[in-house]
C-alpha cells in the first residue's frame, strides 16, 4: 500500500484547509485511515481516524468540533477537512491505513501499518 499525502501550505489562523491521501491499491475499502502530525520539537499525535466503512471516526480533543475526517472509497482517498485553523495545529500531516477492522478505532501509531510521507501545515498568527 502507497498513502500520497497533499494539501498542505500556508494558512492565517482562522482559515482553513483540506488534506487528501490517496492510496493506491485496491483494498482502501477495507482500511481503517487515521491522520497523525507530528510539530516541530515534539512527537508524532494522534489527530483522527475512520473506519473503512467511514461509519466511525475518532478524534483528538485538542480538533474535535474544528477537523473532519471522511474518505471516498471509490477514489481511495482519505480528506481532513480543517477549519478554524490555529497556530498550534502547526505540524506535518501523516495519513496511516491500518490493513483489517478491529471493530474500534485505532488512535496508537504502532497500530497502523502503511505510513505516507507528510505534508506540512503552517499557520500564522
Known amino acids: 500500500v502507497q498513502l500520497q499525502a497533499s494539501g498542505g501550505g500556508l494558512v492565517q489562523a482562522g482559515g482553513s484547509l483540506r488534506l487528501s491521501c490517496a492510496a493506491s491499491g485496491r483494498t482502501f475499502s477495507s482500511y481503517d485511515m487515521g491522520w497523525f502530525r507530528q510539530a516541530p520539537g515534539k512527537e508524532r499525535e494522534f489527530v483522527a481516524a475512520i473506519s473503512w466503512s467511514g461509519v466511525s471516526t475518532s478524534y483528538a480533543d485538542s480538533v474535535k468540533g474544528r477537523f473532519t475526517i471522511s474518505r471516498d472509497n471509490a477514489r481511495n482517498t482519505v480528506y481532513l477537512q480543517m477549519n478554524s485553523l490555529k497556530p498550534e495545529d502547526t505540524a506535518v500531516y501523516y495519513c496511516?491505513?491500518?490493513?483489517?477492522?478491529?471493530?474500534?478505532?485505532?488512535?496508537?501509531?504502532?497500530?497502523?501499518?502503511?505510513w505516507g510521507q507528510g505534508t506540512l501545515v503552517t499557520v500564522s498568527s
Open positions: 496511516a491505513a491500518l490493513v483489517g477492522s478491529r471493530g474500534f478505532i485505532a488512535t496508537m501509531e504502532y497500530e497502523y501499518d502503511y
